[in-house]
């Protein structure tokens, strides 16, 4: 094997950083895709999922009407609409937020289901009791439904968003210069060293897999989970 043409000073700093300070790419460009993605589709998929749950009849229509159409459609096929679709209408996105766009709405029908599927676990008797103190219905969904869903779903979440960085690979296809993207620019330049190449890709997503899976490990411990979420609530 040639790994010696593979470990070398430039490849490895491309795959970790692309090209920057020109532009950012690699690893980084991967890692600020995921987190802003999982941020975005978070949001986006817990206001879906409660409104799914109990918003007024025309919202929860509407909100299972999102979710039925993008959970039955390719993200690929929804990464290209994103790219090709808007200079039809005069706007001409760039590919990092064409695919951002794309992986955000595609995630957060399935993570609007994950949300629907916790608040589904809430009892009754817990909802009645929060009434029963005197709670408006705001307070309600964020101190009592929320967090008891939000804790429970924490390994569904934790499978979704291993699922949205696995799923920044697919942005080579349309040339941004994400980890795998950069990968195929060094093997199509070295010529004979393929394994190598794609080899090294199969550890750095393993690594960025496992640490992800290891740090939202660390929610599952309702302590840690509970001092969290009440510092974004409170």
Same mark, same amino acid.
Request: aromatic share 12%; glycine share 6%; hydrophobic share 60%.
């Given at each position: 094997m040639n790994w010696q043409l593979v470990f070398t000073e430039n490849n490895i700093r @491309? $795959? $970790?950083i692309g090209d920057f300070p020109d532009a950012l790419g690699g690893v980084a460009l991967t890692l600020v895709l995921t987190v802003i993605g999982i941020i975005g589709s978070t949001l986006l998929g817990f206001l879906i999922g409660y +409104? @799914? !749950?109990t918003g007024p009849k025309p919202l929860r229509y509407a909100a299972a009407g999102y979710v039925e159409f993008l959970r039955n459609i390719p993200l690929l096929v929804l990464i290209f609409w994103a790219y090709f679709a808007p200079p039809y209408f005069g706007v001409t996105p760039s590919k990092f937020t064409s695919v951002l766009v794309a992986m955000v709405l595609f995630n957060a029908a399935y993570i609007a289901e994950v949300v629907r599927s916790g608040l589904l676990s809430v009892s009754i008797g817990q909802i009645e009791a929060a009434r029963a103190i005197g709670m408006s219905g705001l307070q309600q969904a964020l101190y009592v439904m929320l967090p008891i869903a939000a804790f429970n779903t924490v390994p569904a979440m934790t499978s979704r968003y291993i699922t949205l960085l696995k799923n920044t690979s697919l942005a080579f $296809? &349309?040339? +941004?210069a994400e980890v795998? %993207? &950069?990968g195929r620019q060094i093997n199509n330049r070295l010529l004979v060293a393929p394994v190598e190449v794609y080899t090294l890709l199969l550890a750095i997503y393993f690594i960025l897999n496992r640490s992800l899976s290891a740090g939202m490990r +660390? !929610? %599952?411990d309702r302590r840690v989970f509970n001092r969290v979420f009440c510092f974004f609530v409170r």
């Open positions: @491309r $795959l $970790l +409104l @799914r !749950f $296809l &349309i040339g +941004l795998t %993207e &950069i +660390l !929610f %599952e």
